[in-house]
């Protein structure tokens, strides 16, 4: 059971409510998969195996988290995820599942990551279209070719100039900001069409 001394000084940096949790689930892990590997990702515990991530835990201020790297797949396609805790925000030991249980979850990641499954594709909803601020449609009026530009623009483009005008902290930076965007409309440019391929 190879141990990576990093994870013990992660439990051991963890508050003193966090230590027996993320203790006990290592243990977990190695006792039903003796052949995980311990490793770092994003600054917290992950167990790989099979040439893939099998899970993680993590702890924060006022809970501690373990998670299934394919989660919907492990858990249960209906159970929720809060956060990047498989079973909730934990605060004790009594929060983990029976050992019975966990195990099995740890088993069924197992043979997932053996069987070269991968997780499912997150869909994330679109963006709304962006709303156009008032001074920079007042702007786009005054001139036919900048109007004509943005109304042709897909909304992401669109939202590259408005947030850009919006995000401004002064008002001389806004007006700047707004006076270039109507100018490189005009000519027919995106936001950042200095760094797009000629």
Not at 134 to 158: E, G, H, I, R, V
Not at 161 to 190: F, P
Request: glycine share 6%; charged share 30%.
């Amino acid at each position: 059971m190879a141990r990576d001394p990093r994870i013990d000084a992660y439990i051991e940096r963890a508050a003193p409510f966090a230590q027996p949790i993320l203790a006990q689930v290592r243990e977990r892990v190695h006792d039903a998969c003796p052949e995980v590997e311990e490793t770092i990702k994003w600054g917290m515990p992950t167990f790989v195996h099979a040439g893939g991530i099998l899970c993680g835990m993590a702890a924060f201020k006022q809970h501690a988290s373990f998670g299934f790297w394919k989660h919907a797949l492990v858990v249960g396609e209906g159970e929720p995820r809060d956060g990047m805790g498989s079973y909730g925000k934990m605060t004790s030991v009594k929060d983990l599942p029976p050992k019975k249980t966990l195990l099995a979850h740890i088993r069924k990641a197992m043979k997932l990551n053996e069987d070269g499954v991968k997780p499912p594709a997150r869909k994330s909803a679109p963006k709304p279209p962006p709303e156009t601020p008032q001074d920079l449609a007042a702007a786009l009026k005054k001139n036919k070719a900048a109007q004509a530009t943005f109304d042709a623009f897909p909304p992401s483009c669109k939202r590259e100039y408005i947030e850009w005008i919006v995000e401004a902290k002064r008002e001389e930076t806004r007006a700047k900001r707004l006076a270039q965007a109507v100018e490189w409309m005009a000519e027919g440019k995106r936001r950042n069409w200095k760094y797009e391929n000629c």
